[in-house]
């Protein structure tokens, strides 16, 4: 399942939210699949738990499309799709 | 102080090929354990006077890491590199000479890859924060626990980011591939980037 973006339909019970510094991007977690199904770009998602993360940011600038390509690629690794 | 300042660790090290898969085990645990790396490779493109690069990485850093592993002569030049200890100097002169409110507070750890090597080389550096390191793993202990005295945080013990550190490895390649990118040929505004994604869902 590829991640949809910007969606509003939440997650299953149990599904959490892990914030991406990098790309100011919420990336939701479904709590039944365990797998990243939807991202949102500078709004958590309601309702939805956010996971503590210790990544803080970057301290010079990447480009945004640099760091996009690196959050895709990790998602679908995550996601089994590599 | 902002919490840039206190989470940024100013990384002084040889930028050689061999040195390469320390750099990368080293820009892995510090932003595992929560911290900001800054080094001289954010400006590679850049046309700026390098010392001036330098001074700036340190005047945002309150922490700061200096490898004096490569005193060695060149083996053309019969020459040491001096970037390093000149490096760790200008580092301490910021403590004893900056702001006393914000720079007066910086800390600094010094490794090297031979114990008590610097006695021989840099002896005026006696009594301060000296570790030595033979491997990856004991490398990401150093940094780990340092870093552990400098954060609320409670961080997974250096056998735990070397695991993750060796998954992150594992990974690479197909990170890379999904990207066209190649592993070797990476910049290092991707592998951080690669690198902070990987930490950011694999916690």
Request: net charge positive; aromatic share 10%; with cysteine.
């Amino acid at each position: 399942m590829s991640v949809t973006k910007e969606s509003n339909l939440l997650g299953s019970k149990g599904s959490s939210q892990v914030y991406n510094p990098l790309t100011d991007n919420y990336i939701l977690r479904d709590g039944i699949s365990g797998k990243y199904t939807k991202i949102s770009h500078g709004k958590p998602f309601k309702g939805i738990r956010k996971e503590l993360t210790i990544i803080q940011g970057v301290g010079f600038p990447i480009p945004r499309r640099t760091a996009l390509k690196a959050e895709k690629a990790v998602i679908a690794l995550r996601n089994g799709e590599l | 102080m902002n919490e840039n300042y206190t989470r940024s660790v100013f990384y002084n090290c040889p930028f050689d090929d061999a040195y390469q898969s320390t750099f990368e085990a080293v820009l892995f645990t510090i932003y595992r354990c929560g911290f900001v790396l800054r080094c001289a490779k954010e400006f590679d493109d850049s046309g700026k006077i390098r010392i001036e690069n330098i001074v700036k990485l340190i005047a945002v850093s309150k922490y700061g890491i200096h490898d004096l592993c490569r005193v060695e002569l060149d083996s053309n030049l019969k020459l040491p590199r001096f970037n390093m200890p000149l490096e760790l100097g200008i580092f301490i002169g910021a403590i004893k000479f900056g702001d006393t409110v914000m720079h007066g507070q910086k800390e600094y750890l010094i490794l090297d890859n031979e114990d008590f090597r610097f006695k021989a080389y840099i002896s005026d550096i006696s009594g301060q924060d000296i570790k030595s390191y033979h491997s990856t793993v004991t490398i990401i202990k150093r940094i780990r626990d340092w870093l552990s005295n400098k954060t609320a945080a409670t961080l997974p013990s250096a056998k735990f980011i070397h695991a993750d550190y060796n998954r992150f490895l594992r990974d690479l390649p197909k990170l890379c591939k999904a990207n066209k990118w190649i592993k070797e040929e990476l910049t290092y505004k991707e592998l951080t980037s690669l690198a902070m994604n990987w930490i950011s869902v694999n916690e």
